[in-house]
């Protein structure tokens, strides 16, 4: 493979930004001015000297081609990752002008390379050596056991509130405010169940979330109930099942399926910041097999998930799935080789089968907002004040979710279309559809939207 | 969505949600049991029905489906370029935050000329990145003709659908093949009538472009009708394409009830030389001016109109005198302005325009008859006169106060072939350094012409040897980064080294200057790059390279 088949867009690279700040100060570095030095090797490797201000001089090195994503290192004091140097390094990297020549790392770079390349085998052989279970089953299972008493505890109160609550009627839930709920997800979360948490914390904003409010309350309560019935009794359901409540309720999800070999074409990647971390999403399809899988990935505030998946590139890996049925998440093992640029696109549904497919994942989930689908040949169409998807042969639509209609994306999505069929990856839900990837209807490389 | 399963007791869900907005105490659905188990007996039902009807959920109908855009014919940027622009509109104003440059190029001041540079080769925007260029000609408008160029059809088209961009839809000269064509009868007519005040100054100037005959008929056709300040606009778009042909529509703008109207009408006639006004305001300005033998050497006498009479006023002259200001010499100025310059020669002894200017001017006229022959020089667009009026670059009153001002200087240029203004701007800094040069640079055609970039570079590098700090000259320099040809850079490699400090230099300044100068070598690099990946041009014969910056 030639340096200039995995380089990436600058949009690609930007993405990588923690935060706009970042990308601004890395678009000011993607030129050549302030880089000496800088050079690339056939591994996926770019390195160089920035100049800082105040005469300092800073080292960068960026791993492409890491098993987990890029991995940065730089001797800026930036608490940020990755820092703006290292995103003009990337920038400089994917552009045409000053481009790293190839060549033989520095030893400075080597040194950190040459750590990484360790880390990996190490974590490899790890990986095989946990294959024999840990190192005190019995202490585990008291763990799980304790942790599971709480969780059931807290699943019983938060079944007294929900009773409380249908009995004096929702009506009171609009006076009491969000207080009520904010309280009852902190006792979630000293029951050690996030999930169940965080649907407590979603109920306290239906209230003022305008008209029809009372039906989203009620369904909303109904399936936080469905989920403590389901840990409560969960003994009684089927293995699936059961795991689906397991990573509802909040526990952690381990891959235990075997590992699947594929070319996977990176279909999105976004963020969703919190408080206190931030979430980052990346939907894989596999070419050959025709599966749609999560990786989820995690960074705490102000700092991006190490994570990151180029949209519009696929990658020689290995995935394995998360226990629970019709759960789509995945953890990425081995990579085979760096992420390259594809001409590969996923295969495409109509608006009917894209509903069709949201209410058979409901079968083996129901608490499933969205599935992934990708839309064959559908026209961004305006209707009344909002939008939606509409076939490009036959007369039926999916309207957008209210927040993907507010979106820049959206415009970048009706530009791409010109009133022509295009190809859109999105989750389709119950909210409606939100559009994430989306690919001209002749020749194009796949655009971000989200 | 819709739930449309035409089998689902839709009433039961109705009930739960009444049900559970009283609360079970109040009210206990149909066919579950009151009392302790009738919450969780409703929010088992709800789950089941949540769950059942967001299973059953189908697509909606849909709306009727947009016409598509128009198609556009221009091949697709090369994928190197294309990146470019990501860059280039990434970096938005406010990504600097002020304080010191650096030495990295400043994207933003760069995408103007990059633009210009792809509408030269006719690319065509991508797709996806119309958004942002909307944006970023919506918040800068010397960027929004080249932005709306690039775009496309197809920007017009989607500014039609998001009420932030609809500017694009009143920027765009000739409505980017929106507008009907002059052919097109009906729907030029409707348009006229029934559009709204934009589109009918957008369609005006559109059929102007193209056809002026037919612009001006159909603005005479409901002209009594127009309000006033329409009419001024209207009037104002036979400036493009003025032709002799217009004169007698202008005569009768002349008797316009508003004043302004008047105003642009007599202005627009004036730089008709052969018009009837221009030769009347010929009568009225050579009256004013002779040439007295009687001294030693010729000397030119002035004197100015005694009163401003009613047929002046319909020619356009304004009567009233700003605050400050002598009336005759106010009237005076305006009559000379709208003369044309050709009855001097034989009013002022056979001479021309460079022994005209020569002449000494009795009794401090001189400032005013020159300034008033320069707007006429500007006006009329004579390259003879402007270079008679700007005189040598060299000469001691060139740097000015002088007669003429750098502003009116700058519009003289303007007048000038592409290769004498950049002669003389260059002949100009060579003698009187950079510090005046700011607003005769700008006039001047991008890249800059060899001995004018040379000699820019060496003010700078006389101004740093004189121990200043560069951002004295910031305006020059970032001028400089944007209009140096890039063929230059090598040039500055010799001023990249931070020099020993003598002794009665600004602390400091050293290092600031090669700062400035490597961030200048940078960016032409930059530029040159930026043209690489555009790929090859066939250039179209005596045109620069690329537009102003």
């Known amino acids: 493979m030639t340096q200039q088949g995995v380089r990436w867009t600058a949009d690609q690279v930007l993405a990588l930004a923690p935060d706009s700040t970042s990308r601004k100060a890395g678009s000011k570095l993607g030129a050549a001015g302030p880089w000496s030095g800088t050079g690339s090797s056939p591994e996926g490797a770019v390195w160089g000297l920035c100049e800082g201000g105040g005469g300092a001089s800073y080292r960068t090195v960026v791993d492409t081609a890491g098993g987990a994503g890029p991995a940065y290192e730089c001797s800026c004091p930036s608490r940020k990752s990755p820092c703006k140097h290292a995103l003009g390094l990337l920038l400089l990297w994917s552009g045409g002008e000053g481009a790293p020549p190839a060549g033989r790392a520095p030893d400075w770079a080597e040194r950190w390379l040459a750590g990484?390349?360790?880390?990996?085998?190490?974590?490899?052989?790890?990986?095989?050596?946990?294959?024999?279970?840990?190192?005190?089953?019995?202490?585990?299972?008291?763990?799980?056991?304790?942790?599971?008493?709480?969780?059931?505890?807290?699943?019983?109160?938060?079944?007294?509130?929900?009773?409380?609550?249908?009995?004096?009627?929702?009506?009171?839930?609009?006076?009491?405010?969000?207080?009520l709920w904010e309280e009852t997800a902190a006792r979630m979360v000293d029951a050690q169940a996030p999930g169940l948490a965080a649907r407590v914390r979603e109920l306290g904003s239906v209230p003022a979330s305008g008209p029809g409010w009372p039906a989203r309350l009620l369904e909303e309560c109904a399936l936080l109930h469905l989920l403590d019935r389901g840990w409560l009794h969960r003994e009684r359901l089927p293995d699936g099942l059961a795991a689906t409540v397991r990573a509802r309720v909040g526990l952690p999800s381990s891959p235990v399926g075997p590992p699947v070999r594929d070319h996977w074409l990176v279909l999105a990647q976004y963020d969703t910041p919190d408080q206190k971390l931030t979430t980052r999403r990346i939907w894989l399809y596999g070419t050959e097999s025709g599966r749609t899988a999560l990786l989820l990935s995690y960074g705490a505030a102000g700092r991006a998930p190490e994570l990151t998946l180029p949209v519009g590139l696929a990658l020689d890996?290995?995935?394995?799935?998360?226990a629970g049925a019709g759960q789509r998440r995945a953890s990425l093992g081995e990579q085979f080789a760096p992420p390259a640029p594809t001409d590969t696109r996923p295969a495409?549904?109509?608006?009917?089968?894209?509903?069709?497919?949201?209410?058979?994942?409901?079968?083996?989930?129901?608490?499933q907002e969205s599935v992934p689908v990708t839309l064959a040949a559908v026209v961004p169409t305006p209707a009344g004040d909002s939008w939606q998807l509409a076939d490009a042969e036959g007369d039926t639509a999916l309207p957008f979710t209210p927040a993907a209609a507010s979106r820049p994306g959206l415009w970048r999505l009706v530009a791409l279309s010109g009133g022509a069929p295009v190809r859109v990856f999105g989750e389709c839900g119950h909210r409606g559809f939100t559009p994430l990837t989306a690919w001209p209807a002749g020749e194009g490389a796949a655009v971000r939207l989200c | 969505m819709n739930t449309a399963d035409p089998s689902s007791p839709a009433p039961l869900w109705e009930e739960l949600v009444g049900a559970a907005l009283l609360?079970?105490?109040?009210?206990?659905?149909?066919?579950?049991?009151?009392?302790?188990?009738?919450?969780?007996?409703?929010?088992?039902?709800?789950?089941?029905?949540?769950?059942?009807?967001?299973?059953?959920?189908?697509?909606?109908?849909?709306?009727?489906?947009?016409?598509?855009?128009?198609?556009?014919?221009?091949?697709?940027?090369?994928?190197?370029?294309?990146?470019?622009?990501h860059l280039l509109l990434a970096g938005r104003p406010g990504a600097g935050g002020g304080g010191r440059r650096g030495t990295a190029p400043d994207l933003m001041e760069l995408l103007p000329q990059w633009l210009t540079a792809v509408n030269a080769r006719g690319f065509a925007a991508p797709a996806e990145s119309l958004p942002a260029l909307l944006e970023a000609?919506?918040?800068?408008?010397?960027?929004r003709?080249?932005?709306?160029?690039?775009?496309?059809?197809?920007?017009?088209?989607?500014a039609r659908l998001n009420p932030d961009w609809r500017f694009a839809l009143r920027a765009t000269p000739g409505g980017g093949g929106t507008l009907p064509g002059p052919a097109d009868t009906r729907r030029v007519e409707a348009l006229w009538r029934e559009g709204l005040f934009a589109e009918r100054v957008a369609l005006l100037a559109s059929i102007r472009f193209r056809d002026a005959d037919a612009a001006r008929e159909l603005l005479a056709a409901t002209w009594p009708t127009e309000r006033a300040e329409d009419r001024l606009m209207f009037l104002d778009s036979l400036r493009t394409g003025l032709n002799a042909r217009d004169e007698p529509f202008l005569e009768q703008a002349l008797a316009d009830r508003s004043r302004n109207v008047r105003a642009t009408a007599a202005e627009l006639l004036s730089a008709l030389p052969d018009s009837a006004l221009a030769a009347r305001m010929a009568v009225r300005a050579g009256a004013c001016v002779a040439v007295d033998h009687t001294g030693d050497t010729p000397t030119l006498l002035v004197e100015a109109p005694h009163e401003c009479d009613a047929g002046m006023e319909r020619d356009g002259v304004s009567a009233k005198a700003p605050p400050g200001r002598g009336e005759r010499s106010w009237w005076f100025g305006q009559l000379v302005e709208a003369a044309p310059l050709a009855i001097w020669p034989a009013r002022l002894g056979g001479r021309g325009p460079e022994r005209i200017v020569a002449l000494p001017v009795a009794d401090d006229w001189l400032g005013e008859l020159h300034a008033a022959w320069c707007r006429a020089a500007v006006r009329q667009r004579d390259a003879d006169w402007s270079r008679a009026l700007l005189g040598?670059?060299?000469?001691?009153?060139?740097?000015?106060?002088?007669?003429?001002?750098?502003?009116?200087?700058?519009?003289?240029?303007?007048?000038?072939?592409?290769?004498?203004?950049?002669?003389?701007?260059a002949g100009f800094i060579a003698a009187h350094g950079l510090s005046e040069a700011f607003q005769l640079l700008g006039v001047c055609a991008v890249p800059w012409a060899t001995p004018l970039g040379r000699s820019v570079v060496d003010a700078l590098n006389i101004a740093r040897d004189a121990g200043s700090y560069p951002w004295s000259f910031s305006g020059v320099m970032g001028l400089a980064e944007r209009c140096l040809?890039?063929?230059?850079?090598?040039?500055?490699?010799a001023l990249l080294a931070v020099p020993d400090e003598p002794e009665d230099a600004s602390p400091g300044a050293g290092g600031y200057w090669a700062e400035a100068f490597q961030r200048l070598g940078r960016t032409l690099r930059l530029r040159a790059v930026m043209t690489e990946e555009l790929g090859p041009r066939e250039p179209a014969a005596g045109e620069p390279e690329e537009g102003p910056p």
Do not use: C, M, Q
């Not at chain 2, 040809?485 to 490699?493: I, Q, T, V, W, Y």
């Open chain 1, 348 to 367: 495409g549904v109509t608006t009917t089968e894209a509903a069709a497919r949201y209410g058979e994942a409901l079968v083996h989930d129901p608490w």
């Open chain 1, 317 to 322: 890996a290995e995935l394995t799935a998360h």
């Open chain 1, 116 to 179: 990484r390349g360790r880390t990996a085998e190490e974590r490899a052989a790890g990986r095989a050596g946990s294959a024999s279970g840990p190192a005190d089953p019995e202490g585990a299972r008291r763990r799980a056991e304790r942790r599971a008493e709480r969780i059931t505890a807290g699943a019983t109160e938060l079944e007294e509130r929900l009773a409380d609550l249908l009995r004096s009627g929702l009506a009171t839930a609009e006076r009491s405010g969000h207080g």
């Open chain 2, 485 to 493: 040809d890039p063929a230059e850079a090598n040039r500055l490699d």
């Open chain 2, 137 to 143: 000609a919506r918040g800068r408008t010397d960027l």
């Open chain 2, 392 to 425: 040598p670059p060299s000469a001691p009153g060139a740097g000015g106060p002088g007669a003429v001002s750098l502003a009116e200087r700058a519009k003289l240029l303007g007048t000038l072939p592409v290769a004498e203004r950049a002669e003389w701007v």
């Open chain 2, 145 to 158: 003709l080249a932005a709306l160029e690039f775009a496309g059809p197809r920007a017009l088209w989607l």
């Open chain 2, 23 to 85: 609360g079970t105490d109040r009210r206990t659905p149909a066919g579950t049991a009151p009392g302790r188990t009738a919450p969780a007996a409703l929010l088992d039902a709800a789950a089941a029905e949540t769950v059942r009807r967001r299973a059953g959920l189908r697509p909606g109908p849909a709306a009727p489906l947009p016409e598509p855009a128009a198609e556009d014919p221009r091949p697709a940027l090369p994928a190197a370029a294309a990146r470019r622009l």
